[in-house]
């Protein structure tokens, strides 16, 4: 009976997928005067060893015929790919890929996955090679010695028995296959010679694919199919990513755990690609090769191709965990946010009732606001432990109380702005569709006066960062500190009850000790404003006070006034303070960053905005139940 699928309209026979004896893929190859066998990976292209067709540099044409389906008679080949075999016995690389002249009807092999060739007891092995005498070819049964490879390459072979056919000249690209499903695991490169061994070397499909990257499509791997290796494989290499850090085995280490996974394997890797599949078919962990396209990503020029690697990772990567059990579970209570940002161009102090908040239900409480909206993109900043004033700069979009990690580079401080427009604006693929984003900037206390709401949008848009969304400024430090941490989440509570917070004015010349105003402001402080930024020792001191006493919000000029001098003489930092007691007065602080961005866009869009009080205001605003816990870094801080 003639088969309607693969073979039909070529009078060939086509025998069943449960016997690989005679399965149609097997390939016979002449080259010069060489003979080898090969086998069928798709309708037009034939894996076999460098060295069967390696009189192909002499002129000599390279032949396949199908012993299975010898209608079809000889078909013309080309090498279109190879290993790098070097010619010698122990030289690695030694494979081929053939591409025949025209497609045939034939279904090609199946692949085991990377460890099925293996077991106790072990597994039986088919081979089909075609040594002197045999032009039709013929069959020899063995079996690997180990799982251990033998330079990191081969896999030694021995005979099931102790009598049959031994491999020989003419087996060389003979794909050994299980005898029960005639899936291959690898391909015969050698036979033992100058003894009784009998026995032989293949190459297993793990180290196949490192040859022909297009070979990892096809070979089974643990929860990824077909199409994710082949678009990941594409992303690679449409990658071109460069830079110091980009460098393979430091992206393999940062894809691995660094307690529990294995170490990078002698002599490293070569290549992105390399690095890959070793992820996908050596290293038991699924998560690995998802960690291995998000953090390539970073390294991507491109933003199409960026895109793609992150959204690879984002289907690749562990589902998130499992929300504890609401019995158990202990949620700290909701932080009220906006679901909708204020008018471009507001009033001077926008009105509380500025739709800042969605309507509360019927029958909820009087005087408590709704639940948070906010979906935070958080902008860690700190000083990497290499030197050279290089900064570790990660950007995270925040979801559903889990962290998504953008992007996390080492970089000079002046390529800052741009590497954190580009990250912020990938984060926002990961927020729920129309949710209200605040951005935060997690920094070190030195960089808390940098002007980070002024960074542009984008390469190509200078919009201030600040005038389109509300942003906020976090001190590191107080934000790793469980203590000041506990003390925020009680400060908010009391804060959700109130119409607005007390404003606890620094003025200039204040000669306040650090220790006495912490204590002080830890009881009730509410909220902070400063006549100068936090850079004289003295304002430094005040404004640790601020920080240490659990102040929810701080607000202080860039530039202003920090000495002594009479009530009656003109005072920048005053007039500051006196225009933000009048501004705050009205707001609820929960609302202050969506407040702030609209004053912000007010400044920016006045005929003088270098006169306006608040051109160089800095809100530094942290209510913990909008951020979770705080992570480590993606990346080392070092490099």
Known sequence: ????????????????????????????????????????????????????????????????????????????????????????????????????????????VEFAAPGDGYGD?????????????????????????????????????????????????????????????????GMVTSADRGGPARGGRMLPVAVLARYWARLTELIPTRGFGRADK????????????????????????????????????????????????YLLSEVDDPAAPARFADRLADFVSDPEVRYGLRRWAARGGPPPPAAPPAATAVVPPPAPAPTAYPPPVPPAVPPPSAGVYRERPSGGVPGERP?????????????????????????????????????????????????????????????PHGAPVLIAFVVPRALLNEPVDRWPRGAGDPSPLGCLYPLVVLDRERRRQGGRRHELLRKWERLDARERAELYRVECGSAEDQGRLTVRLWEDGQMMGFTAPPTSPRMKRLFAAGLNGSVPVLLWPRTGCDGRHGDGEPCAGREFLDELTAYVARLPPAELPSHIRALRSVVYLSDDPGSHWARDLTLLWEDPRCFPEPPGHAASPVG
């Open 371 to 431: 639940a948070p909206a906010w979906s935070p993109i958080v902008v860690e900043l700190e000083r990497s432990g290499s030197g050279g004033g290089q900064y570790l700069a990660q950007v995270s979009a925040y979801r559903d109380g889990h962290r998504r990690v953008v992007g996390a580079r080492t970089l000079a401080k002046r390529a800052l702005p741009r590497y954190v427009a580009e990250r912020v604006d990938e984060a926002f693929h990961e927020l």
């Open 121 to 185: 007891p072990p597994r039986r092995l088919l081979v089909y090679g075609f040594p002197a005498r045999f032009d039709e070819g013929v069959l020899a049964e063995y079996r690997a010695t180990a799982t251990q490879r033998i330079s990191d390459e081969w896999v030694q072979l021995e005979p099931w028995t102790g009598h049959g056919q031994p491999i020989a000249p003419g087996f060389s690209g003979a794909a050994a296959v299980l005898a029960d499903t005639g899936r291959a695991v």
């Open 230 to 277: 082949e678009s990941l494989r594409r992303l690679v290499t449409a990658a071109g990513a460069d830079g110091p850090e980009c460098v393979p085995d430091r992206l393999y280490a940062e894809s691995v755990d660094p307690v529990g996974g294995p170490p990078l394997p002698p002599g490293g890797f070569p290549a992105l690609w390399d690095v890959v599949w």
């Open 1 to 108: 009976m003639t088969a309607d699928g693969p073979g039909a309209g070529t009078g060939v026979r086509v025998p069943s997928a449960g016997l690989p004896a005679a399965a149609s893929w097997h390939a016979r190859v002449d080259c010069g005067g060489e003979v080898g066998a090969g086998f069928l990976v798709s309708e037009r292209e034939v894996l076999t060893c460098a060295h069967v067709v390696r009189e192909r540099h002499t002129g000599a044409d390279v032949t396949v015929t199908f012993p299975h389906a010898r209608p079809l008679g000889g078909v013309a080949a080309r090498v279109v790919a190879h290993g790098g075999w070097g010619g010698g016995d122990l030289d690695t690389g030694d494979v081929a890929v053939l591409e025949l002249e025209r497609t045939v009807s034939l279904a090609p």
